[in-house]
């Protein structure tokens, strides 16, 4: 079965660091991309972040481009995202899954985890 757990998130002053993990199962993670979304509230789940599944390649959207990180560790099936210089736009739910940019492979998602970022 496939499985996504999300970890990591907390409530982060603007300015700030967090670094955020994901634990994925189910499927062969050497052979497949990464990618993390966000939610912010009252919006859709956004995608902001791929890696490709050496590690070799990454894309990232301009919003967050110069400031996060996204990074693997095949030997230990996780996808990390080191976030700096947060600001309160960066509130949401941020969620990992399998695939490139728009195409994922899989419906299920995990729980995700929260991100605050507030004075």
């Known amino acids: 079965q496939v499985q996504f757990v999300e970890s990591g998130g907390g409530l982060v002053q603007p300015g700030g660091s967090l670094r955020l993990s994901c634990a994925a199962s189910?499927?062969?993670?050497?052979?497949?991309?990464m990618s993390w979304f966000r939610q912010a509230p009252g919006k859709e789940r956004t995608l902001f972040a791929s890696?490709?599944?050496?590690?070799?390649?990454?894309n990232l959207a301009d919003s967050v481009k110069g400031r996060f990180t996204i990074s693997r560790d095949n030997a230990k099936n996780m996808v990390y995202l080191q976030m700096n210089r947060l600001v309160p736009e960066d509130t949401a739910v941020y969620y990992c899954?399998?695939?490139?940019?728009?195409?994922?492979?899989?419906?299920?998602w995990g729980q995700g985890t929260q991100v605050t970022v507030s004075s």
């Open positions: 899954t399998a695939g490139w940019g728009g195409f994922v492979l899989y419906t299920n």
């Open positions: 890696i490709t599944n050496t590690g070799s390649s990454t």
């Open positions: 189910g499927f062969t993670f050497s052979s497949t991309a």
